[in-house]
């Protein structure tokens, strides 16, 4: 069994991650989480200063404890922009991590979206960003892309971080045809049980999540990537200027 302290942290973090607590919300006071029966006074506070630590939180006199901004949400449009300018398509304090790829049936959403038959190969590309403060998942995004392209080029099909930008940079050098113009969506809904495992939540969470779709399309017409990009609860875009 974990310390009482930790216990408490855990609990107030899942309350922040869920969004119960947003930015800028101040927790109860110490004294009042003691007058609740949560705990001695050291307990609590071993317990906020454990969420502080974590960067889940902020403490000062006279302002109390106070959820801190979390890392935003970027677009596919943003990421491949960063890539060209930085060498990198992450921003700051995050990172990425869990890299799958593979060729898998199409299902009928994605099918649409490439113009091909529901059912016909494709090639699936995920991986998880995550706040480096707390390792809490920033969103989880999925690249869907013509299996040509996987047979064309093999470091595609590998289940780990591009070395050569993004996949649309190692699509558009191949083929020589730069990207004409990206069709996106955004829309709110709440988490279902198959968010579970990707956004490293409870299968009985209902939260809102912010979901952002994107169809990359080239100078012949092709669409060579259907991003879906799904933000951890709590999380909310935001539009972040790169200057070459």
Known sequence: MPPKWKAIADEIAAQIISGEYAPGDRLPKIEELVSAGKGSKSTVHAAYKALEADGLVTASRGHGTVVRERTTLATAAEREQRSKV???SWRA????DSHMAGVIAAPAEVAEALGIAPGDRVLRRSRTYRDERDNSVISHSTSWIPAVFADELSELTMGRRLSGGTS???ITRHTGRPVDRRISAMWP???TAADAEPLEIPEDTKAAVIVLTVRIIDTSGMTIEYGVDIG???RRW???EVSE
């Open 232 to 234: 951890g609860p709590g």
């Open 93 to 96: 304090g995050e990172r990425s």
């Open 168 to 170: 649309i940079d190692v």
């Open 189 to 191: 809904r709440i988490t």
């Open 86 to 88: 930085t060498g990198t």
């Open 238 to 240: 935001t539009k972040e």
